[in-house]
């Protein structure tokens, strides 16, 4: 079983509707959550960070930590044709890993307009 | 943009020949931490280095190896290329070991044949 798990769609929606992507994962000790976009043929961009469990948004962007259950998601609101990409999870522990990103396989977003 | 930078962009090489990958990282980070990225999968962690010293590896053999220079740009070796070695290979940036932030260059695209 993989640390981080992350299904790899692909999902398509309609321009306007509402993204949720989730990953769950087996390691307690992760403390830290990121979620990155990587467009096709680039580098993952970091699109939110949060510390342990709780809330955070950014624009269209929520991002949700739920560590009781290990589950993690991103929503995005209002979405757009330039937001098609892939969406990767990640996350990492404060001890001595702390650092080491462990990345979910990622889920292919396709806005349609 | 980050203001990461790798080099070169794209690379093919041989299978048993070695390679060399660099990364700048960005201005007043200390830490850099390498990914590699098969197709249509999330990056897996290489090895982090911090302050010039190794900082933590994943499950890569030793053929896999790096140093940082003063400076906090950072190099990866791969010796003895296998076919499986092709794919994306990126660098992160970070302050302190990058817990909660990483941001990453554009990578470099090896393919072995």
């Known amino acids: 079983q993989k640390e981080v798990e992350q299904d790899p769609g692909p999902l398509s929606v309609p321009e306007g509707a509402i993204v949720s992507l989730n990953c769950t994962y087996s390691n307690s000790a992760f403390q830290y959550f990121m979620w990155y976009r990587q467009y096709s043929r680039k580098g993952p961009e970091l699109l939110m960070y949060t510390y342990s469990s709780g809330n955070k948004e950014d624009g269209r962007f929520t991002a949700q930590v739920d560590k009781s259950s290990k589950y993690i998601s991103l929503f995005i609101r209002d979405s757009q044709p330039s937001d098609s990409a892939t969406y990767l999870c990640?996350?990492?522990?404060?001890?001595?890993?702390?650092?080491?990103?462990?990345f979910g396989q990622g889920t292919e977003l396709s806005v349609k307009p | 943009e980050t203001g990461v930078t790798q080099s070169p962009t794209h690379l093919i090489k041989t299978r048993g020949q070695q390679v060399t990958l660099r990364c700048s990282s960005q201005s007043g980070h200390n830490t850099v931490s390498w990914y590699q990225q098969a197709l249509g999968q999330g990056p897996q962690f290489i090895f982090q280095?911090?302050?010039?010293?190794?900082?933590g590896r994943g499950n890569f053999p030793p053929r896999f190896s790096g140093l940082q220079f003063p400076n906090y740009s950072s190099e990866l070796n791969v010796n003895a290329l296998e076919l499986d070695d092709s794919a994306l290979y990126l660098c992160a940036s970070s302050l302190n070991r990058g817990r909660e932030t990483q941001y990453f260059g554009p990578g470099t695209r090896l393919l072995v044949l």
């Open positions: 990640a996350m990492t522990s404060s001890g001595n890993q702390g650092g080491k990103l462990i």
């Open positions: 280095y911090y302050r010039e010293e190794e900082n």
